[in-house]
Nanobody
Framework: QVQVVESGGGLVQAGESLRLSCTTS???????MGWYRQAPGKERELVVL??????EYADSVKGRFTASSDNAKGTVYLQMNSLKPEDTAVYYC?????????WGQGTQVTVSS
């Protein structure tokens, strides 16, 4: 059974940090892993995508967020520093191989001002 499970979300104040984790089961030949987010009333947007060891970040998080992944283990992490209220969203783990894309159920991140 394929599983994509996020953890680490929560409620923090502006300027604080959070670390998100994503673990997967039964997904093989992973080619890319990353994070997306969706704020209320907005479309889902890319936060970071790691392909071939190279991470592509959204401009809004560059310099504040750092992602790391291990495709062989099927894990990806997102260290979020200097959080802002506009970072408030549901964060989704994204995994893809040559066959399809996989998504987790999402984890809520709320940043208060």
């Amino acid at each position: 059974q394929v599983q994509v499970v996020e953890s680490g979300g929560g409620l923090v104040q502006a300027g604080e940090s959070l670390r998100l984790s994503c673990t997967t089961s039964n997904i093989f030949s992973i080619g890319a892993m990353g994070w997306y987010r969706q704020a209320p009333g907005k479309e889902r947007e890319l936060v970071v995508l790691i392909t071939g060891g190279n991470a592509e970040y959204a401009d809004s998080v560059k310099g504040r967020f750092t992602a790391s992944s291990d495709n062989a283990k099927g894990t990806v992490y997102l260290q979020m520093n200097s959080l802002k209220p506009e970072d408030t969203a549901v964060y989704y783990c994204h995994v893809q191989n040559r066959y399809r894309h996989y998504w987790g159920q999402g984890t809520q991140v709320t940043v208060s001002s």
